[in-house]
């Protein structure tokens, strides 16, 4: 919950990287903004000491290093769709990121879904940007209406939107009026409740963040939508071995 409490300090930039170029860019912004522009600000940055493999800036993509400062940005991009209406957004931050990334493998290689995969670097400052954009709109009514970063990046990406992280729902749960406001279906997925394991892949399990979850809340979200048949959501259910009479994990 540390970054639900981050939230509550107007001036603590927080921020949940994935990748070392992810950490580099906020660093450097950091350092500039307390340092040389002398900004009354102090940066709080999750790390994690798990071992796996760190892609270069230049795989990310262009405008990657102003979406990392704003809190969102497309890592990957999942290609033509197979079949119409088969396609999601996956949000993930932190080291869940990589859970969403082998769910979008999982959601293309058994059931034909196309996913496009975002790196949320921020969901709070992606919060403060869409309350900034929503106080010019009401302060400012005969101009144009602005847009919250959130909303301008997925307006034009089609499919539900499913966000999964290592901290409780409501620090994703954030965005969820400017993911509405992108004409998107939002599921947001969290750490809500006591858990404790051996192995980090059974904490996530226990939590329903990890890779299978985030891939049968990406199934039930086409399903509402009305893109699948319900019916595949149970069979993905039972091809994961998800036990869906289980206690909640909160």
């Known amino acids: 919950h540390s970054h639900v409490l981050a939230a509550t300090i107007p001036n603590c930039i927080s921020y949940d990287p994935t ?14 903004r307390m340092y040389e522009v002398q ?3 102090y940066y709080y940055i999750t790390l994690m000491n798990e071992n796996y493999q760190h892609p270069a800036l230049a795989d990310a993509g262009k405008g990657a290093e102003e979406g990392i400062l704003k809190g969102l940005y497309r890592l990957k991009d999942g290609g033509e769709t197979a079949k119409k209406g088969l396609r999601v957004q996956l949000v993930g931050s ?21 996913a496009d995969v ?51 729902r409501n620090y994703p749960d ?26 980090r892949v059974k904490l996530r399990k226990f939590f329903e963040v990890d890779r299978h979850y985030v891939a049968v809340a990406a199934l ?12 595949i959501v149970a069979d993905a259910i039972a091809k ?11």
């Open 94 to 114: 932190g080291t869940i990121l990589r859970e969403v990334i082998a769910a979008a493998d999982l959601l293309k290689a058994d059931f034909g879904v196309t």
């Open 240 to 250: 994961y071995q998800i036990d869906a009479g289980r206690a909640a994990p909160w």
């Open 174 to 199: 954030q965005i969820r009026e400017y993911v509405h406001a992108a004409g998107r279906r939002y599921v947001a997925l969290g750490t809500d409740g006591f858990g404790r394991s051996d192995y």
């Open 118 to 168: 975002w790196s949320a670097t921020s969901f709070n400052e992606l919060r403060r940007d869409g309350m900034a954009a929503e106080r010019w709109n009401l302060l400012h009514p005969t101009e144009p209406r602005r847009k919250s970063w959130v909303e301008s990046q997925l307006e034009n990406h089609p499919g539900p939107v499913v966000a999964s992280t290592d901290y409780m």
């Open 220 to 231: 039930k979200a086409l399903a509402d939508d009305g893109a699948i048949k319900p019916a």
């Open 19 to 32: 990748f070392a170029y992810e950490v580099v860019t906020i660093v450097r912004e950091g350092m500039r």
């Open 39 to 41: 900004e009354d600000v």
